[in-house]
Nanobody, 127 residues
Framework: QVQLVEFGGGLVQPGGSLRLSCLASGRTLSRYAMGWFRQAPGKEREFVAAINWSGVSTSYSDSAKGRFTISRDNAKDTLYLQMNSLKPEDTAVYCC????????????????????WGQGTQVTVSS
């Protein structure tokens, strides 16, 4: 069983930055792609970014491209999301997820399936 815990959410002004972390435990995840999703009030959950098992390949939603950077440290079993130039529309609960298909192809990252989820961390962008 995999447990995921997110950290780093909070209140930030428009244009500001936040770095989210997702700490994994229960199983080594170095063979699996991971990703970030978000859900705003009244909206469906949406894909934000994904990273392959080695950390070499990434995929981003159009809204995240150029502003967010996903990375991972397999030695620490930790996933990160650096978010810059934040906008009010980025306000949401951000969750990390693991796709348990081993060595997922780069072309499939955008279709990452969340087999395990964290509880989420709230990000609020407001002045």
């Amino acid at each position: 069983q995999v447990q995921l815990v997110e950290f780093g959410g909070g209140l930030v002004q428009p244009g500001g930055s936040l770095r989210l972390s997702c700490l994994a435990s229960g199983r080594t995840l170095s063979r699996y792609a991971m990703g970030w999703f978000r859900q705003a009030p009244g909206k469906e959950r949406e894909f934000v970014a994904a990273i392959n098992w080695s950390g070499v390949s990434t995929s981003y939603s159009d809204s995240a491209k150029g502003r967010f950077t996903i990375s991972r440290d397999n030695a620490k079993d930790t996933l990160y999301l650096q978010m810059n130039s934040l906008k009010p529309e980025d306000t949401a609960v951000y969750c990390c997820a693991v796709d348990q298909r081993p060595y997922l192809a780069t072309t499939a990252l955008v279709e990452l399936v969340g087999d395990y989820w964290g509880q989420g961390t709230q990000v609020t962008v407001s002045s």
